[in-house]
Structures are given as C-alpha cells and as structure tokens.
C-alpha cells in the first residue's frame, strides 16, 4: 500500500497549487484523510482533513484559504488539497495520511511547496 502525493511546485505570494495524494495497493472504502505540513527546522503540523463522511476540518492558520475534498469514485482513494492565497509560511514539504485502523498509519512521500517571491 502506497499514498502518492503530487502537485507541489514554487509559487509567488498570492498564487494557488492544488496538492493531490492517490493511495494504490489497497482500496480501503471510505476513510478519513487529511494532510500535514512540515516547515524547515518545525514541527510536522496538521493543515486539513476530510472524514469519511466527507466533513472537512482545517487548521486555523489555513481557514479561508485552503479546500479539502476527496475522489472515492471507482473504489479509489483520492484526496485534494486546494490552496489559495499562499503565503510565504506556507512553504513546507507537505504529507498526506490515512489511518486504516487505530494502530494502522500510513504516510506519502512529500510534496514540497515553496512559496517566495
């Protein structure tokens, strides 16, 4: 089972990326998915979830300008990451995560996302 996360790049203050992570190897059914960041020298932090219902959850430093949402269409596991408005604190390498079970974590690799001018 793998999470392949994809669309990071280098943006200027005030532009937009959309993060994607696909998992392949395994279809879990509907799960609860969400991202997390990790700035140089900081602490990995959360940035946004959506449950399995489809109930988004946001970090407050991200409220208003990031969207969540999730692809389970043809038994895949697909979930989105709309950022808008970035700012320079938002670079970071970003990580996407699902938890099959309570003992069950299962992370991507990282997309990096460099926001400068």
């Known amino acids: 089972v793998q999470l392949q996360a994809c669309g990071g790049g280098s943006v200027q203050p005030g532009g937009s990326l959309r993060l994607s992570c696909a998992v392949s190897g395994r279809y879990f059914g509907r799960l609860a998915m969400g991202w997390y960041r990790q700035g140089s020298g900081k602490e990995r932090e959360y940035v946004a979830g959506i449950d399995a219902g489809g109930s988004p959850s946001f970090a407050d430093s991200v409220k208003g300008r990031f969207a969540i949402y999730r692809d389970d269409a043809k038994n895949t596991n697909i979930v989105y990451l709309e950022m808008n408005s970035l700012k320079p604190e938002d670079t970071a390498v970003y990580y996407c995560?699902?938890?099959?079970?309570?003992?069950?974590?299962?992370w991507g690799q990282g997309t990096l996302v460099t926001v400068s001018s």
């Open positions: 995560k699902i938890k099959p079970s309570p003992v069950w974590e299962i």
